[in-house]
């Protein structure tokens, strides 16, 4: 084994763990597996019922089903028709005095020839060819005895023993998961002492987790993540062509698919390797042909390709016609007429694209590695994914995403018409899961603004406001654009947290009180004052859209306003938690509720506690509620810059840094979920855009500067596409004047170089030639020129150039 390949490994997997915002998505293994080990018995008397039940789960199971993998459920049919023969196969396959090959061999033949009976018996049904493989026996025998078993999958162990030197021996799939039991018991040995272990024992048992004695289960998921989000190596890109002459891609862009034909072989997972693969192909489609390709497209298909991998859509050998990213393993699907090896993909785009070079011939190619050739320093998939998105896409840039993911706050740089703004929504979009840029608007996880040297940190973050309340004013507290934005994230984020008992709970009594509210109005039109409890003076005289308008005492001017979260999240904590949580006591709610005045707040809790009762509305537990999904929050900030940072931002400078701590805020908000703190959680993501020739603004501080990661964003030559023109002979006239001898040496030839932006006409704008050259000219004149002649009056752009002053050439242009 390569000692400090796995060490490296591990201790990724260990940093990654315990993190809420961690990369890994499989710790719903541990929820439904405590859910099934707790109903798993096999020594009770009625076995079948056991099994169906077991099974039953609250969160994913894709452990045991997927589109077309569901062995339980197949099981279930033969326990149906075959209940004693199928009860003996299971009994024989936990018979520890037995060899354990012999033992699986025989279970998955028992399975084999009664599929056979199954499927003449029910022909309409979808009945799966692989029902029984070493992936479901290895469950089976992981539930019957964990502390000697482990869930098993060829493909992950086989590519983790690869990459680690462990000499994984080809064989038949079944003695390979005797041979991985051997490597699993290899990294116990070497795991076992670490103080990572004690840490991941405690949080099963805290959380009510499975308990995983054995460490069975964390080393699986260690070797699965290595390999499904492995960090070492680089994502892969794929040249792909969906049928001869692309004939399929219409249905597969539809269907958000790829695949492979060659269904003569059946589902890829019966393989254990390329040669067995290859050997298959010869039986059933014959010939003296070499196979060699053949066996390189469905191995890789199943075996090297990885979710997150990138496709690139050919037709022919000189026309791309779009690309996307891998969205799932791969799947054998029986029901499809042909192409039954597939993978789910995220088609991102779609056109026709013609080439210069041409392009390989085969139906599935890696060319992560080929180089572009036309001497620029890019890969060959650079070359042709700028193709398709005009040298501005994601996956040129996505080192700019990770890096963004990584820091959570970055900012891009460069001169003026770079489309650092562009940049940035494309990130954004990017990081939502958005198909367009166009998509952003009303979208409530992003929001975009722009600094200028006025800004205050009570325009961005927290500040005092004044409301009119009838013949009175009222000052209070409230978040700004930062605050307010950081307040929605959070929330999602601690909503991500929770369970769905706990969801659900929030949601039946929002809706209830929403109805209590309805009734308060009714009573306030007909007897324009509700009394909140008898014998006592405090009346609701009005509701708001947050908050009921409350009179403590008989002056009509003394009211105070008790916003709806408080009485909501007194409720809950009175009457739905599992530890009451009293209205003094309750940290959800706000300051006011929690002092002098709590009587108050523990009336009105009362009293639509009495209304519930009044109408019969009592909770009941639903398996409706789904565990809510943590998701990301994208600000951009335009010209950052231009505002000073260190007094817009404040106390926040350590919130940037230290992501989900308190920080104390000059400003308490009762309406805020931090209330007097604030909080800038890990799913907030902030993109800054900087103009580096500006020097009319100050700079940034180091204290800032570290909090940030900077991105260059550089002018670059482009080309015409299906959107723009693109003004090659200006910008590269204007290129040329930022030289070594006519830029001032005060200053970096790529902080103040034009960009491309100023060249690009869409073509939409441009209907015909005459059209094209006139823009053109137009932002030539009113829009270069101006900024090159600000450039020469800042002394930025100095000296002769083509036997001129600078200043009478730009103005010859």
Known sequence: MNQELFQKKWNQYKEEFFKDSSIYDEKYKWNVLKQVSDKWNWNVDDKITMFKEAFEVKGRNNLWTSI??????????????????????????????????????????????????????????????????????????????????????????????EQLGMGFVKKGQNHNYIIYLEILNQIKEIIISDPFIQQYRQNNTENNLYTDESLHLLIQDFMYCSVTYNHTSKKRYWLYSPGESAYKWDEFYDLGIMALGWDELQDLNSYSNGDEINKALYDAYGGNVNKFNATIANDEFINSMSIGDIIIVKKGRKQLVGFGEVGSDYYYDADREDYKHVRKVEWKKKGEWNIDQHMVVKTLTDITGYDSGLDDGKKYYEYLLSMMNNNSTKYENEHIVNLLRYKRQIILQGPPGTGKTREAKLIAKEMLGLKSTDDLKNNEQFKIIQFHPSYTY????????????????????????????????????????????????????????????????????????????????????????????????????????????????????LYLSEMTSKIRDNELLSKSARSGMYYLYQNLVEKFKKYLDENNLQYSVTNETERIEKKPYILIIDEINRANLSSVLGELIYALEYRGEEVESMYSVDDSLTKNKLILPPNLYIIGTMNTADRSVGHIDYAIRRRFAFVDVMPEKLQDNDEIYFNTNDFT????????????????????????????????????????????????????????????????????????????????L
């Open 458 to 573: 009570e325009d961005f973050v927290r500040g005092i406001v004044a409301e009119s309340k009838g013949d009175k004013i009222e000052y209070k507290n409230d978040n700004k654009i930062l605050g307010e934005f950081a307040d929605a994230a959070f929330k999602n984020y601690l909503d991500s947290k929770k369970i769905p008992e706990q969801i659900s709970k929030e949601n039946w009594v929002n809706t209830q009180y929403i109805k209590f509210k309805e009734s308060i109005q009714k009573e306030i039109e007909t007897d324009n004052e509700v009394l909140i409890k008898e014998g006592t003076k405090p009346k609701i005289t009005f509701v708001e859209d947050d908050s009921l308008r409350v009179n403590r005492y008989s002056n009509e001017n003394d009211s105070v306003l008790v916003k709806d979260s408080d009485i909501i999240n007194g409720y809950i904590g």
């Open 68 to 161: 077309n993998y569901y062995p339980t459920t197949m099981a279930t049919w033969f326990f149906n028709d075959f209940p004693d023969e199928t009860l003996a196969a299971f009994e024989n396959l936990f018979d520890e005095e037995a060899d354990l090959l012999t033992r699986l061999n025989d279970f998955k033949k028992y399975f084999d020839n009664q599929l056979t009976l199954l499927q003449a018996k029910y022909p309409d049904k979808k009945l799966n060819y692989h029902s029984q493989d070493i992936r479901s026996m290895s469950l089976y025998l992981f539930l019957q005895n964990p502390s000697k078993y482990s869930l098993f999958k060829f493909s992950f162990v086989k590519i983790f023993a």
């Open 733 to 812: 006239k204007i290129s040329a004047l930022f030289n070594k001898i006519n830029v001032s040496k005060e200053f970096e030839i790529d902080a103040v170089q034009i960009g491309h932006s100023y060249f690009i006409v869409k073509k939409e704008d441009a209907i015909d030639e005459v059209k094209r050259n006139e823009l053109f000219k137009m932002k030539m004149d009113y829009e270069v020129k101006p900024i090159l002649l600000e450039y020469v009056r800042d002394g930025i752009l100095i000296g002769i150039y083509e036997e001129k002053p600078i200043k009478d050439y730009i103005k010859s």
